[in-house]
């Protein structure tokens, strides 16, 4: 649990609507009421926000993901308009789930760098510090000109595969990407390693094209930072099995879901699908299979250490 002797007086939480639970949550580790707001649409279906308490002065941490659809964002940044026009000394934008982070590049002809969009979108609307999970590529922490606390959801799923007590495990990596990522994982939980040569011949879409190292007889855990459609751990659930896997197992910081992913989940071979709660899933479970772990206690103890001027790496040494 969070480090709960901070500056009260100093300290406020605010929180959209896109995650309200896991603000709850992370209100709760630290003893900490969440800051009361108006949050409503006109009739053309403009957002309004309004912060109902005085903030002049305080170190303010606005939570909020920025998850599909897009009033998330602008909801975001209203309320870092909302804080900085009302006095805030310090705004830090906890952004469990950073929207955008995977159009970071200029791959082909006339195409926007959203990522890096939204990054100055954050800066202008006034935040001092970013607060996030697990951004898909980490040079988006080079796209911000403020200080970003990038987090990780590996300490919460290592802890829940290590309670499994798996045996000749092999940590999966879906693609040539993902190996560095696979292989701490695979340090941490004492497995070995196996990369998947994957192609992508178009979005959202990916072939399985050969699978490098020992998988037979073993069982398999594919890591990875996003479960969109669930294209890439489907495929690869499934060409692990072809060559002999005993049980594939599966987890994922952020859960999307999006479009085919509960088909395709529900007809695949995964024995267990375990994602956090940076995203908010109903609460009927979308998939028998899933098993959905918390991070509000270390979004808590990381926002601990910042309003404390305590080290945030230290949580993941």
Known sequence: MADVSLRRSQLMLLAGTANRPLAEEIAAHLKQPLCELTIRRF????????????????????IQPTNPPAENLMELLLLMDAA????????????PYFGYARQDRKDQPRVA???????????????DRV?????HSHQLQGFFDIPVDHLYGAPV???????????????????VGSAKMARGFAKRLNG?????????????????????????????????????????VSEAAAALKRLGA??????????????????????????????????HLPNRKPFDRLVVLSVGSLLATAIANTHSDKSVSSLFD
């Open 43 to 62: 009739s053309d279906g403009e957002l309004f926000v309004k912060i109902d308490e005085n903030l002049r002065g305080r170190d303010v941490y606005i």
């Open 84 to 95: 900085r026009r009302a006095s805030a000394a310090r705004i830090t934008a906890v952004i």
């Open 113 to 127: 760098i959203s990522a890096k969009l939204v990054a100055n979108l954050v800066s202008t609307a006034g935040a």
């Open 131 to 135: 607060l996030a999970m697990d951004f």
């Open 157 to 175: 799923l290592t802890a829940h595969y290590r309670q499994k007590m798996l045996k000749d495990l092999v940590v999966v990596a879906p693609d």
């Open 192 to 232: 070995s390693l196996a990369i998947i040569d994957k192609r992508r011949p178009s979005a959202n879409i990916a072939e399985v094209v050969n699978v490098v190292g020992e998988v037979e007889g073993r069982d398999c855990l594919i890591p990875d930072d996003l479960i969109d459609t669930a294209g890439t």
């Open 246 to 279: 005993r049980n594939v197992y599966c987890c994922a910081s952020h859960a999307l879901l999006s479009g085919p992913a509960i088909d395709r989940l529900s007809a695949s071979p995964i024995e267990e699908l375990a994602v956090t709660n940076t995203i």
